[in-house]
């Protein structure tokens, strides 16, 4: 069965520091990859997905992530994080492009001044 | 892009009635939709897959009498949450996809039963 950890519970980096979420998957086969974020009270959205050939994908809001399948890895990263990155962000996996995702526990991230 | 509205963001109902949640593909037609339901600071677990014109497909220990779950058109699905408790209260979210395509998410509903 596929299942996602996300080790991280929560992380609490300074404004203007590098960030790097962890994601670790189970599947047999090529997953189709996807982190999320989340704002208290708000649904959910795409920060970038990871389907197919460069493994290093670029996503909105300046992060990117890497699968690494030797690593059974997906993690995301951020060169510079703002104050506004502070939220909730799940890793996701899927079997197929349109199936239903399997999501992480989420990492909770705060930004400090 | 491809957008998926939910209706309504939010609703408080008294425990023992019914509530609806819409889940509208605007822009594409759904042949699947699914429905999450996330607890406070928790992940979102599926509840259900509802293809169009077809029975849902409820995961296991989700009860099938209590949120009946509606995909009578491409761009419609509905969660209906009936004889609702207040274990019932949780953040429900649909997500829509067209045929092979990946599935788009709505905005979340947040449901309050006092």
């Known amino acids: 069965a596929q299942s996602v950890t996300q080790p991280d519970i929560h992380i609490t980096v300074s404004e203007g520091a590098s960030l790097e979420l962890r994601c670790n998957y189970s599947?047999?086969?090529?997953?189709?990859l996807f982190w999320y974020v989340q704002s208290p009270g708000q649904g959910l959205q795409l920060l970038l997905k990871?389907?197919?050939?460069?493994?290093l994908v670029q996503g909105i809001k300046g992060f990117e992530a890497e699968f690494k399948r030797s690593q059974s890895s997906f993690n995301l990263r951020k060169p510079s994080v703002h104050w506004s990155d502070a939220a909730e962000y799940f890793c996701a996996v899927a079997n197929q492009a349109g199936t239903a995702l399997i999501f992480g526990k989420g990492t909770t991230l705060s930004v400090s001044s | 892009g491809a957008v998926v509205s939910q209706h309504p963001s939010w609703v408080i109902c008294k425990s023992g009635t019914s509530v609806k949640i819409e889940c509208r593909s605007l822009?594409?037609?759904?042949?699947?939709m699914f429905w999450y339901r996330q607890f406070p600071k928790q992940s979102l677990m599926l509840m259900a897959t509802s293809n169009e014109g077809s029975k849902a497909t409820y995961e296991q220990g989700v009860e099938k009498d209590k949120f009946l779950i509606n995909h009578a058109s491409l761009t419609l699905s509905t969660l209906t949450v009936t004889s609702a408790h207040p274990e019932d209260s949780s953040f429900y979210i649909c997500s829509a996809r067209e045929q092979n395509t990946e599935a788009f998410f709505g905005q979340g509903t947040r449901l309050t039963v006092v």
């Open positions: 990871y389907f197919s050939g460069d493994t």
């Open positions: 822009d594409f037609q759904a042949t699947t």
């Open positions: 599947y047999g086969a090529t997953p189709y």
